[in-house]
T-cell receptor, first 116, second 112 residues
Framework: DAGVIQSPRHEVTEMGQEVTLRCKPI?????LFWYRQTMMRGLELLIY??????IDDSGMPEDRFSAKMPNASFSTLKIQPSEPRDSAVYFC???WGQGAPEGGYTFGSGTRLTVV | SQKIEQNSEALNIQEGKTATLTCNYT??????LQWYRQDPGRGPVFLLL?????KEKRKERLKVTFDTTLKQSLFHITASQPADSATYLC???????????FGQGTTLQVKP
């Protein structure tokens, strides 16, 4: 398996523009997580899905952020409109099953977003 | 409030020594705790998981302890090597949330 695949790796956009980040989890994993990482706040959980259903989106900063998982092999995180304070590295992660994940969570390489 | 605290200052040690990193938490009742390694420009990579009813877990040169009374986990790397230099993150998941919450991480620098 190629691991968790995120695209794009880098995104530079102007304030006010819409940004869409993409994630393909590991085949067979049934939980998917979106995290945001900054120097100030570290890794923050934004939202997670179980069997394609959003379970907890309490970490989504505001209504400008939305996430979807239309099927087991694809998820998107959208920011509309984007603001400079959204600049961060966004990670997608996936895991199999419930309970203690003996293999841990598998993270993608991240999307570095810069909003100017 | 809930907190996961790791040493914010970088840990510098000499090659061959044992590195010990600390993770303290407050107002959590974790079902299990995980440790990850993160290299610059990369995503975190899973290292070890330890359950609340386990005191210690080992994997090659790595050892993790978990003390639910002290609310603390220690992460040890024995016979450290320069290739072990990275940021190490601890993360907790409670049994009823399904959410994995991370500490800020500690940067380890192993000097040859």
């Amino acid at each position: 398996d190629a691991g968790v695949i995120q695209s794009p790796r880098h995104e530079v956009t102007e304030m006010g523009q819409e940004v869409t980040l993409r994630c393909k989890p590991i085949s067979g994993h049934n939980s998917l997580f979106w995290y945001r990482q900054t120097m100030m706040r570290g890794l923050e959980l934004l939202i997670y899905f179980n069997n394609n259903v959003p379970i907890d989106d309490s970490g989504m900063p505001e209504d400008r952020f939305s996430a979807k998982m239309p099927n087991a092999s694809f998820s998107t995180l959208k920011i509309q409109p984007s603001e400079p304070r959204d600049s961060a590295v966004y990670f997608c992660a996936s895991r199999w099953g419930q309970g203690a994940p003996e293999g841990g969570y598998t993270f993608g390489s991240g999307t570095r977003l810069t909003v100017v | 409030s809930q907190k996961i605290e790791q040493n914010s200052e970088a840990l510098n040690i000499q090659e061959g020594k044992t590195a010990t990193l600390t993770c303290n938490y407050t107002n959590y009742s974790p079902a299990y705790l995980q440790w990850y390694r993160q290299d610059p420009g990369r995503g975190p990579v899973f290292l070890l998981l330890i359950r609340e009813n386990e005191k210690e877990k080992r994997k090659e040169r790595l050892k993790v302890t978990f003390d639910t009374t002290l609310k603390q986990s220690l992460f040890h790397i024995t016979a450290s090597q320069p290739a072990d230099s990275a940021t190490y993150l601890c993360a907790l998941e409670t049994s009823n949330t399904g959410k994995l919450i991370f500490g800020q991480g500690t940067t380890l620098q192993v000097k040859p």
